[in-house]
């Protein structure tokens, strides 16, 4: 592997970061949507192998206190390779000093839970296709 990392999104196909997304798992959105929320987002990573995308990542916050992780995608061909450690390592790099939330697909709990992250006690979500997200296991 040729692992590069690119940090702002000029010149990302959208198409193929939605692919990522879908064949990781993740919920998938439109296209233009997908743009648009990875570029609003206070921090993100694109993760390619030579020139091909394998996985990706992004970060919401206030710049001082508080963000929240998204969409941590990667190529099914590509898991237990590090590559997820990567993105969480980046996206941590520029949160650094401020709490974050994120919310994982069940399955990859213990993934988070080996990088330090903890089952909150306290935790309330809204989403806007609540009987979805109970079906995967993301609520009660």
Same mark, same amino acid.
């Given at each position: 592997?040729? %692992?590069? &990392?690119?940090? =702002?999104?000029?010149?990302?196909?959208?198409?193929? %970061?939605?692919?990522?997304?879908?064949?990781?798992? &993740?919920?998938?959105?439109?296209?233009?949507?997908?743009? %648009? !929320?990875?570029?609003? *987002?206070?921090?993100?990573?694109?993760?390619? =192998?030579?020139?091909? /995308?394998? +996985?990706? +990542?992004?970060? %919401?916050?206030?710049?001082?206190?508080?963000?929240?992780?998204? =969409?941590?995608?990667? &190529?099914?061909?590509?898991?237990?390779?590090?590559?997820?450690?990567?993105?969480?390592?980046?996206?941590?790099? $520029? &949160?650094?000093?401020?709490?974050? /939330? /994120?919310? !994982?697909?069940?399955?990859?709990?213990?993934?988070?839970?080996?990088?330090?992250?903890? $089952?909150? /006690?306290?935790?309330?979500?809204? @989403?806007?296709?609540?009987? *979805?997200?109970?079906?995967?296991? @993301?609520?009660?």
């Amino acid at each position: 592997m040729n %692992i590069n &990392l690119k940090f =702002d999104c000029n010149n990302i196909n959208w198409e193929i %970061i939605c692919d990522v997304i879908e064949k990781a798992g &993740l919920s998938t959105h439109p296209v233009k949507e997908t743009q %648009i !929320a990875f570029e609003n *987002s206070f921090v993100r990573v694109f993760v390619f =192998d030579n020139d091909k /995308l394998i +996985g990706t +990542g992004r970060a %919401i916050s206030d710049g001082v206190f508080q963000a929240g992780i998204y =969409d941590i995608a990667v &190529l099914p061909e590509y898991h237990k390779k590090g590559i997820g450690r990567i993105i969480m390592k980046e996206l941590e790099s $520029k &949160l650094q000093n401020m709490n974050i /939330l /994120l919310y !994982a697909n069940p399955t990859a709990q213990n993934f988070y839970k080996k990088l330090g992250y903890s $089952k909150m /006690l306290t935790g309330m979500a809204k @989403f806007k296709n609540e009987e *979805s997200m109970r079906n995967r296991g @993301f609520i009660e």
